[in-house]
């Protein structure tokens, strides 16, 4: 009898094994319960395999209710062949980092997209942001070049980028519409104005300087306040400008000097 009831255990056990595996796969619907005949069970409820893209043979699981992955005391790793997704007993999450620092940590390049809108990471130490809001784009580009910060109002600059109200920077150049406060600025700009030290300088006599200011009202090679006030004043330049008019008075100062020294020295002789 007992080895009857063994026989019927073991025959029973093949009879199923042959229902669920077939010669085309090495396993092929698996179900929590028997669903055989219920289609749509089937189509909700499977483990099987699968070819993928790739070529290769995988597991494809569905289940309707969703599927509960646990890791009661430790981590739980999912690792493909070229990545690795990690969650640490921590809650945190790492994709290619098994040391997860952060809720999500990544390491390698990320984007986060919706219809034209998206975040993306290149892995290059580029940091590019873009929005579409009411038909209008913009981006932001943070790259390690530089340490570059920039803002995209448009494409590439042709539209400028505005910040507050008053700030508009487009392509390589800012305009300012209000106040600028700084405690240092540092202007870079080649030549100087030393030129007026050189022997072969041709210093303007002043006669010439008295002539050019009664008749224009401002000195030479120096803008009129009326071309400030329409084209606005190179910071840079005029300062050029300035330190040459210091320099070139600066000589008539020291000519100046010489003749006052000549005619202390003729009085004195004249009058011992």
């Known amino acids: 009898m007992k080895k009857f009831l063994l026989t019927s255990i073991l025959l029973s056990s093949i009879s199923l094994n042959a229902q669920v595996l077939d010669d085309d796969s090495f396993f092929k619907n698996l179900y929590d319960k028997p669903t055989y005949g219920i289609p749509s069970e089937q189509d909700h409820y499977h483990i099987s395999s699968k070819t993928f893209s790739n070529g290769f043979r995988g597991l494809d699981i569905k289940w309707y209710g969703g599927i509960n992955l646990t890791g009661t005391a430790g981590d739980i790793k999912l690792k493909s062949l070229s990545g690795t997704v990690y969650i640490a007993s921590t809650g945190n999450v790492g994709i290619n980092n098994e040391n997860p620092y952060a809720t999500l940590d990544v390491s390698g390049t990320f984007r986060a997209t919706s219809n034209n809108n998206y975040f993306f990471y290149n892995g290059a130490g580029d940091l590019e942001l873009k929005y579409e809001a009411r038909g209008t784009g913009g981006r932001a580009i943070v790259h390690d070049t530089g340490n570059i910060l920039s803002l995209n109002y448009g494409n590439d600059f042709s539209g400028g ?59 030479p090679e120096i803008a009129s306040a009326k071309e400030m006030e329409k084209d606005g004043v190179n910071v840079g330049e005029f300062q050029i400008k300035l330190l040459q008019k210091i320099e070139e008075l600066t000589l008539y100062t020291i000519e100046q000097n010489k003749r006052i020294k000549e005619l202390e020295s003729k009085i004195n002789k004249t009058n011992p």
């Open 161 to 219: 980028t505005r910040i507050g109200d008053t700030f508009l920077v487009k392509g390589d150049n800012a305009s300012l519409q209000g106040k600028f406060e700084s405690k240092e600025i540092k202007v870079t700009l080649t030549p100087t104005a030393d030129f007026v030290f050189e022997e072969d300088y041709d210093l303007p006599k002043l006669e010439e300087v008295e002539k050019h200011i009664k008749e224009k009202k401002h000195l």
